[in-house]
């Protein structure tokens, strides 16, 4: 969903009918995978009764009546629960109106100590289930997809120049712009911050305002959409912002953390190609734990799918249907597909590396789980979900670019560390 078109729809209960219609989809899923497992295991039996002459008849006769049964009950079941929620919509249509008012919704606290309330497992859970599945509810319209949005201090704000003025009343013309990772919200940008700052609302975000002046913006978004089509709709929505901002923005900083930077790279793509002017702002970009060679874990994971879907076996197959249903901001992560011409073409060896923005700095961020960043352990496992070589920086960089590694950081560790923002403080330098 394109960003204007998200920021109009409304919000107040749109949560709550988003699950209740996650609920009836996992019904209806849950028949079909019991679908794959009964044809699996008919297809053992058969293999073995094909073979003797005298039943192979009868056991395909009993197999089709049986086949025609269990369809018939899957039906029914499927049929069942989409009058039960085409009443519940009704029903919520008449209980729930849309009053909420338009362009301002207040955001969960970023502070490290929030962990233990409901609305921060509300918050996390639908992060996770945005990477999941996300794609699919935003194709579905469903009210959990996260779709994307600006965050300002504690709202998320529909980009108009009156609301930015009101909730940024003191704006700084230096803009440091937060993207997140995969499977996360903006939230995540304080994890530990009592563990890592002495105080749970301490951040990178926090800690570039006190000590380089500028104002912190963080991206919210949908991580299970393409990584192209969240860098596309980026590119347009930070045009949009640069005229919404309360004051001349003169320094756009980029700050993306594992997917964020493969997003934030293929905005800069996008933007170039449209002309867009914000690209003139940036002058600097950060790129923390970010694939851009791909990651091994979502590798492993296609590797995985691909074998037990071609064992003919109940538990393989039905496995292997969840796994192969995972969503296309997840396969994206394979190879760091940036355009939409890397993940239309089967062959990582055709992908082409997004440009890099021109005529800026790009700081390239990796961490390893060794304390020595140079063991072989350290360099075969990375931070657990993305190697160093992969995070240091695309294939080919066609000017110099700055890479830094720590020892002993694991990957989410990367949006918060001191010894990582002491690197972004040193490539910042004071006015």
Not at 19 to 34: C, E, G, N, P
Not at 131 to 151: C, I, K, P, S, W
Not at 167 to 195: D, I, M, Q, R, Y
Not at 250 to 263: K, P, Q, R, T
């Amino acid at each position: 969903m394109a960003p204007a078109e998200d920021e109009k729809r409304p919000r107040r209960f749109a949560k709550l009918r988003g699950l209740k219609a996650l609920i009836h989809d996992t019904v209806d899923a849950t028949t079909r995978l019991v679908d794959v497992g009964h044809e699996s295991a008919s297809r053992g039996v058969r293999r073995v009764t094909d073979r003797v002459d005298p039943i192979r008849k009868p056991a395909r006769f009993v197999d089709d009546v049986r086949r025609l049964s269990t369809r018939s009950v899957l039906w029914t079941i499927r049929a069942v629960n989409r009058v039960v929620e085409l009443l519940t919509d009704t029903a919520l249509e008449v209980a729930l109106p849309e009053n909420e008012p338009e362009g301002v919704v207040a955001a969960l606290a970023l502070r490290s100590d929030v962990v233990t309330e409901g609305a921060w497992l509300a918050d996390a859970a639908i992060g996770l289930l945005n990477a999941a599945v996300g794609d699919t509810l935003e194709a579905q319209g469903n009210g959990l997809d996260m779709g994307m949005v600006f965050r300002a201090r504690d709202q998320y704000l529909a980009l108009e120049p009156a609301l930015w003025a009101e909730f940024v009343p003191n704006a700084s013309p230096k803009v440091a712009l937060f993207v997140h990772g995969l499977g996360t919200t903006e939230w995540s940008w304080c994890l530990e911050a009592e563990a890592y700052h002495g105080d749970p609302a301490v951040c990178f975000g926090a800690l570039l305002e006190a000590d380089r002046g500028f104002t912190p913006v963080y991206l919210r978004y949908n991580t299970g959409r393409r990584v192209s089509l969240n860098g596309r709709d980026l590119a347009m929505a930070l045009e949009r912002f640069v005229a919404a901002y309360p004051v001349p923005i003169e320094d756009l900083a980029l700050i993306g953390h594992s997917m964020g930077g493969l997003v934030l790279r293929s905005a800069a793509h996008y933007g170039l190609e449209a002309g867009h002017g914000w690209t003139r702002l940036v002058r600097r970009a950060f790129y923390l734990g970010s694939p851009h060679q791909g990651a091994p874990l979502a590798q492993l994971g296609h590797s995985v799918t691909g074998i037990l879907e071609a064992v003919d076996h109940p538990a393989t197959k039905v496995i292997g249907a969840i796994l192969g249903g995972r969503s296309a901001g997840i396969h994206d992560l394979r190879y760091g597909a940036l355009v939409d011409e890397d993940w239309l073409t089967a062959d990582p060896r055709a992908m082409g590396d997004a440009a890099l923005l021109p005529g800026i700095e790009h700081h390239f961020v990796s961490a390893t789980v060794t304390e020595d960043p140079e063991h072989p352990l350290g360099a075969w496992i990375g931070d657990l979900l993305v190697r160093g070589t992969s995070a240091g920086g695309p294939r080919e960089a066609r000017f110099p670019i700055e890479t830094q590694r720590y020892g002993g950081v694991m990957h989410h560790q990367l949006q918060n560390h001191p010894g990582v923002y002491a690197q972004l403080l040193l490539a910042i330098p004071e006015d």
